[in-house]
C-alpha cells in the first residue's frame, strides 16, 4: 500500500494507507459464563475485533462460517486495478474519503476522481434568462461490514461538486454486492475498474436529460407527496429543500433529484441524523441512500420525469 509516483511524492493512495479503516478484522472463538462461573460454549458463533487506540475493539457475533472481507484487501485490490486502468492524470486528480460507523463495524471508502468531470447546464421553461449549471465528477465507493449487517458493496456514479450531493444511484447497471462468504473477495472489484468510465459516460447522459427535462412546481409537489414510505412531514421537508435547488437550478427534474439526493449525502439542519450514542451516521447515510435509489425508480418519479 505504500506507492510513490516517479518524483518520490506520496500519492493519494499512500497518504490514506493508514487510516482507520483499513485495520485488521480478526475472529475469536466466543463462549458465556453459567450462573456458577463454568464456560458455556457458543458453538457456531465467533466474534469479530479490530485495534482501535492501541486496545482490542469488539465489533460484533456472527456464524463461524461468515468470510472477512478486510477492508484493506478490498481497497488494495481495488486501487491496483485503478493504477491499471487509469492515467496519471485520472490517479492525481483522486480524492478520497473515509467513513465509519459503530466503531469500525461498518466502513467505507469514496474515492472521487475529478479528471472524470462534465458540465450540465440546466435548461429551464419558467425563466428562460437563468444561465446556470454544475459540474460532477465520478465517485466510486467501497463499504463492507463486520458485524453481519453490512453486504460487501462496490458502486460508481456522479457527484455533485457544486453542492457535494453524492448523486450514485444503486442499480444492477452500476453496483453490486456479495454477502460475506467464499464469493466476497479482491478479483470482484476487476469489473467495477473496468466499466467505471463506460458507466459514468452513460449516466451523465442521463442526467443531462434530468437537466433538460423542465417540471412544474404544482407536479413536483404530487410527486413527493405521492414518494413510498414518505409521511407528511418529510414531503413537506423534502420540498423546502427541492424549492431551494428550484430556486438556484431552475424548474428542471435535475434540481428535484439534487433536492432528494441533498436529504441522502448530509446530515443536517434540515434532515438532522438521531443521534443514538452509537455511532450512526454514516450508515444512516448509507440507508437514506437506498431510500433515495428507490424513489426515484417509484412511478411518481417516473411520470415527473415524463410529464
Known sequence: ????????????????????????????????????????PADGVVGNYTVRDGKPQFLGAVSDGYKIAQMRDLVAAAESEMRAHFTNEQLKSIEIKDRSAFRGAYV?????????????TYGNTTARTLE????????????????????????????????????????DVDAFSRKHTSGSNAEMFRRWIEEAIPTFEKVVENMRDWADTP???????DAVRALPGVSNQRAEKLLARVATEVRERGFNFYAVVSGLTYYSSHN???FPVRVTGNDNVATTLATREEEVARWLNSAPMQQLQAA
Open 268 to 270: 443536517s439542519i434540515e
Open 132 to 171: 446556470v449549471g454544475t459540474t460532477v465528477a465520478a465517485e466510486m465507493r467501497l463499504k463492507t461490514g463486520y458485524d453481519g449487517n453490512t453486504r460487501t458493496t462496490v458502486a460508481c456514479g456522479p457527484i455533485d461538486l457544486v453542492c457535494n450531493n453524492g448523486l450514485a444511484v444503486m442499480t
Open 108 to 120: 467505507e471508502r469514496r474515492y472521487t476522481i475529478k479528471a472524470f468531470e462534465e458540465a450540465l
Open 1 to 40: 500500500m505504500n506507492y510513490i509516483m516517479n518524483d518520490n511524492t506520496p500519492d493519494v493512495f499512500a497518504q490514506h494507507s493508514t487510516s482507520s479503516i483499513l485495520s485488521p478484522v480478526v475472529a475469536r472463538e466466543m463462549a458465556g459464563i453459567g450462573r456458577g462461573g463454568e464456560i458455556l
Open 215 to 221: 417540471v412544474e412546481w404544482s407536479h413536483i409537489e
